[in-house]
């Protein structure tokens, strides 16, 4: 995967991966028996909805069970270990999201290098949302950010899923895109954040749109924008960051496929190829879209130049604001 140094290894691995694909006796046969995609969250979520989506989808498209199984910890550090670990055989994958690109930044050691995961192919993205209780004065990011600075130092509060999780580094972003102060209150799950906002404990956070969208719906969050670079799909009429003047403020939850270094290139070739035609099937659009999430499944070069574009994106503001993991 990518690292946060100057030198990026896997990036040119990956591509090189592709350029050199050699046949191999293995990949030929490949899938003999079902394969396992490990989700690093608890079932539910946004991350864990998208990898059962791609399991679906690639099981049709090799015509082999694919199993989900959640093994989630210390800010998805389990679950990519545990396939960090694995017999790099294409039989165990990681279903990724931003972790896998800022832990390194964040947290003073991990038990694998981030070169022992390496990436297949992007699954989907679920936009974030900034959102307030309905009592705010504020209805789009001019009135929220005048809102904050009348607070003076403290600002409003701002619930998080933790320290290094989406919806921290959008308040990081705001911070650094407006001058306007966020008190940060961090819960351990991004649900139990947006509980905080709906009982008025909380004035804000920013979620998942698959989490937040039934509450905005039924008129209990009050949506400030979406942090996506495009409007969602499934509530259009949500505007976008920099469509409201902050084009700075950008980050989605995504999911992607990781696999242990060392798996041979033609699988990660053929299970890439699977995962595009999965996550395009009108079965699984039809079950992802309305629920707020978009399937973005694209050639490897694609998924490279996005974990680079984080990598170098993230990792900046990580060292700007001194963020550091719990």
Known sequence: MITFRRSTPIVVAALLGIAMLQPQSHAQTWPEHPIRFIVPFTAGGANDLMGRAAAEGVSKQLGQPVIVENKPGAGTVVGADYVAKAKPDGYTFLIGAAGIVTNSALMKSLPYKDSDLIPVGMIGLAPS????????????MKEFVAYAK????????????????????????????????????????????????????????????????????????????????SRISAYPS???????????????????????????????????????????????VDKLVPQGIEPAAGP???????????????????????????
Request: proline share 7%.
């Open 129 to 140: 949302v900034i959102v307030v209780n309905p009592k705010v004065p504020a209805s789009n």
């Open 150 to 229: 009348s607070k003076g130092a403290d600002g409003v509060t701002f619930s998080t899923a933790g320290s290094g999780t989406t919806p921290h580094f959008v308040s990081e972003m705001m911070k650094d895109a407006t001058g306007a102060s966020f008190t940060i209150v961090p819960y351990k799950s991004g649900s139990e954040g947006m509980t905080a906002v709906l009982a008025g404990n909380v004035d804000g956070t920013s979620e998942a749109s698959i989490v937040v969208l039934p509450q905005i719906k039924a008129g209990k969050l009050k949506a400030i924008a979406t942090t996506y670079t």
């Open 238 to 284: 949500i505007p976008t960051t920099a469509e409201q003047g902050f084009p700075g403020v950008q980050i989605s939850h995504w999911a992607g496929l990781f696999a242990p270094k060392g798996t041979p290139p033609a699988i990660l070739e053929k299970m890439n190829a699977a995962l595009q035609a999965g996550m395009k099937s009108k079965d699984i």
């Open 300 to 326: 490897l070069p694609q998924f490279v130049t996005f974990l680079t574009s984080e990598h170098e994106r993230l990792g900046k503001l990580i060292k700007k604001a001194g963020m550091v993991a719990e």
